[in-house]
């Protein structure tokens, strides 16, 4: 079973209209707390030093969201931001809850046109190793089953999801 | 049967790859030992050992690949992988370069070798130096032979063969290629990748994403046009008045149809690339693999059979390729 188009369109309007209403200081707080908590093992490791001083945004295409995580050394912060970031990752919230899920390789979702990356690449492929390096059976409370489900219904999603693509062949100026 | 073995960049990758049904599982050092050298990606000591732990509990193996060629200036720091994959208890340790081998089998007698694809052993008389020399098991052949030269090697071969059965093909310089260096001053031979991340920048544009590789524009996708790695040899280039993949086409290597071909040869291992890529590639690319070979050596599935469950496992591996399609390389080379 995989999710399809239409509802993928519902559910994306339905959370742009939630989080653009919400208030964005709780939303903020939320965010940073469930970041630092599911990264927390990597905080210890020293695994995030790398984003001491830096800047990464996320953006979520069709919603016009645009957040900023930093790391001050100790904890990870996220809130809503329309500040510069050294990079930049942007894809549509179902690719980022594919991802999130893992039901999709990021490196798939790349070739496909599905995930942009901008501004410094080897910080956002830093990101993108670590969070592909926690262990998400190792999560907390209800999260590992909520992940499994999540990536039942996601995955799949791709291949029906990806439009037919071009081919690169090469072609005369 | 044939051993399937599957590409590790952290643990969870590693648990995802034996949950799935990898016999085997290889990985690498966080420096540049390995050619897989990107930031945030390979294991530290503390992730060895969980790791090796994980597999061996399970009945698998882990190859450790130190197949970077050692900077002159710094022989210790791959030495010292040697010592350390040594100590893990590494069931075999992948190498290339003649002095590390040289070392691994002076110190550690009882460590078996692999030979490394970045070798680019690819004749008789090359297995022959690496064994007799140095006591190597297996070597992993170059994605160049066509499969009736798999074959003939294969029939005299005094190792093991493992051989590519999926994912990313390069230029096929393996061991041997400079490109990256010619823009970026590192090659992948010695600082472990082909385009170093902190070289690479994407750039959307009202005309499309450019990749420019330390300011050199190499490639330039159009709205809807599948993407690949931002290497060199996988640009674009205006040649003679006509743009097109200069050097190479971007493709994925995809041998499923070859597996009744490499059984009846004799080839002991099938190997999956990927190291850089996610948990999700390789559960997914593993897991099919698996029952295309289970379907082969243990249901012993008919021609017809085996050709219909192809297409499925074809379209699901197709969506993880690099570029547009999954080829057989080399091996269906019939003019070689």
């Given at each position: 079973m995989t999710i399809d188009e239409n509802l993928q369109l519902r559910v994306t309007r339905l959370l742009g209209r939630v989080l653009r209403k919400a208030p964005r200081r709780p939303q903020a707080l939320l965010a940073s707390a469930a970041l630092n908590r599911v990264l927390g093992e990597q905080i210890a490791d020293g695994d995030m030093d790398f984003m001491a001083g830096k800047a990464l945004a996320i953006q979520v295409r069709d919603l016009d969201l645009r957040w900023l995580i930093r790391f001050d050394g100790d904890r990870l912060r996220a809130a809503p931001a329309a500040a510069a970031s050294d990079a930049s990752i942007s894809a549509t919230p179902m690719e980022f809850l594919r991802l999130l899920a893992r039901a999709e390789d990021a490196d798939t979702l790349f070739f496909q046109r599905r995930l942009v990356i901008e501004g410094d690449t080897d910080f956002a492929l830093n990101v993108k190793n670590v969070l592909d390096a926690v262990d998400d059976q190792s999560l907390p409370g209800p999260l590992p089953a909520a992940l499994t489900v999540l990536r039942r219904l996601l995955r799949g999603g791709a291949a029906e999801a990806g439009k037919p693509q071009r081919a690169g062949k090469g072609v005369a100026p | 049967m044939m051993e399937l073995v599957c590409p590790a960049g952290n643990f969870t990758s590693l648990k995802a790859a034996v949950d799935n049904g990898a016999d085997a599982v290889y990985m690498g050092f966080n420096d540049h030992t390995n050619a897989r050298s990107f930031s945030g990606l390979n294991f530290s000591d503390k992730q060895v050992d969980k790791a090796i732990d994980y597999a061996r509990s399970r009945g698998k193996r882990v190859f450790v690949a130190i197949n970077t060629y050692p900077h002159p200036a710094r022989l210790a720091t791959w030495e010292a992988a040697v010592d350390r994959a040594a100590a893990h208890r590494a069931d075999a340790l992948i190498l290339a370069d003649l002095g590390l081998m040289a070392y691994a089998a002076e110190r550690h007698p009882l460590l078996p070798l692999h030979l490394s694809v970045q070798a680019s052993a690819t004749n008789l008389e090359a297995l022959r130096f690496y064994t007799q020399n140095f006591g190597v098991r297996r070597a992993v052949l170059p994605r160049v032979l066509s499969m009736k030269q798999v074959a003939q090697l294969a029939a005299a071969a005094p190792c093991d063969l493992?051989?590519?059965?999926?994912?990313?093909?390069?230029?096929?310089?393996?061991?041997?290629?400079?490109?990256?260096?010619?823009?970026?001053?590192?090659?992948?031979?010695?600082?472990?990748?082909?385009?170093?991340?902190?070289?690479?920048?994407?750039?959307?544009?009202?005309?499309?994403?450019?990749?420019?590789?330390?300011?050199?524009?190499?490639?330039?996708?159009?709205?809807?046009?599948?993407?690949?790695?931002?290497?060199?040899?996988?640009?674009?280039?205006?040649?003679?008045?006509?743009?097109?993949?200069?050097?190479?086409?971007?493709?994925?290597?995809?041998?499923?149809?070859?597996?009744?071909?490499?059984?009846?040869?004799?080839?002991?291992?099938?190997?999956?690339?990927?190291?850089?890529?996610?948990?999700?590639?390789?559960?997914?690319?593993?897991?099919?693999?698996?029952?295309?070979?289970?379907?082969?050596?243990?249901?012993?599935?008919?021609?017809?059979?085996?050709?219909?469950?192809?297409?499925?496992?074809?379209?699901?591996?197709?969506?993880?390729?690099?570029?547009?399609?999954?080829?057989?390389?080399?091996?269906?080379?019939?003019?070689?």
């Amino acid at each position: 079973m995989t999710i399809d188009e239409n509802l993928q369109l519902r559910v994306t309007r339905l959370l742009g209209r939630v989080l653009r209403k919400a208030p964005r200081r709780p939303q903020a707080l939320l965010a940073s707390a469930a970041l630092n908590r599911v990264l927390g093992e990597q905080i210890a490791d020293g695994d995030m030093d790398f984003m001491a001083g830096k800047a990464l945004a996320i953006q979520v295409r069709d919603l016009d969201l645009r957040w900023l995580i930093r790391f001050d050394g100790d904890r990870l912060r996220a809130a809503p931001a329309a500040a510069a970031s050294d990079a930049s990752i942007s894809a549509t919230p179902m690719e980022f809850l594919r991802l999130l899920a893992r039901a999709e390789d990021a490196d798939t979702l790349f070739f496909q046109r599905r995930l942009v990356i901008e501004g410094d690449t080897d910080f956002a492929l830093n990101v993108k190793n670590v969070l592909d390096a926690v262990d998400d059976q190792s999560l907390p409370g209800p999260l590992p089953a909520a992940l499994t489900v999540l990536r039942r219904l996601l995955r799949g999603g791709a291949a029906e999801a990806g439009k037919p693509q071009r081919a690169g062949k090469g072609v005369a100026p | 049967m044939m051993e399937l073995v599957c590409p590790a960049g952290n643990f969870t990758s590693l648990k995802a790859a034996v949950d799935n049904g990898a016999d085997a599982v290889y990985m690498g050092f966080n420096d540049h030992t390995n050619a897989r050298s990107f930031s945030g990606l390979n294991f530290s000591d503390k992730q060895v050992d969980k790791a090796i732990d994980y597999a061996r509990s399970r009945g698998k193996r882990v190859f450790v690949a130190i197949n970077t060629y050692p900077h002159p200036a710094r022989l210790a720091t791959w030495e010292a992988a040697v010592d350390r994959a040594a100590a893990h208890r590494a069931d075999a340790l992948i190498l290339a370069d003649l002095g590390l081998m040289a070392y691994a089998a002076e110190r550690h007698p009882l460590l078996p070798l692999h030979l490394s694809v970045q070798a680019s052993a690819t004749n008789l008389e090359a297995l022959r130096f690496y064994t007799q020399n140095f006591g190597v098991r297996r070597a992993v052949l170059p994605r160049v032979l066509s499969m009736k030269q798999v074959a003939q090697l294969a029939a005299a071969a005094p190792c093991d063969l493992e051989v590519f059965g999926f994912g990313s093909l390069c230029i096929m310089a393996e061991g041997r290629c400079h490109l990256s260096s010619y823009v970026t001053g590192e090659s992948p031979n010695i600082a472990g990748v082909c385009s170093p991340a902190k070289a690479v920048e994407w750039r959307e544009t009202p005309q499309g994403l450019q990749t420019r590789l330390n300011g050199v524009l190499v490639d330039h996708y159009a709205a809807g046009e599948n993407a690949s790695y931002p290497t060199l040899c996988k640009g674009r280039f205006v040649v003679d008045g006509r743009r097109s993949h200069a050097l190479e086409e971007p493709t994925s290597l995809n041998t499923l149809a070859l597996i009744p071909e490499l059984a009846a040869c004799g080839v002991k291992a099938i190997k999956i690339e990927g190291r850089q890529r996610s948990p999700a590639y390789v559960a997914q690319v593993v897991a099919t693999w698996r029952s295309a070979l289970d379907e082969y050596f243990i249901h012993h599935s008919d021609g017809v059979t085996l050709d219909r469950k192809r297409r499925e496992w074809d379209s699901s591996l197709r969506k993880h390729a690099e570029g547009v399609q999954t080829t057989l390389g080399a091996y269906d080379r019939v003019w070689q």
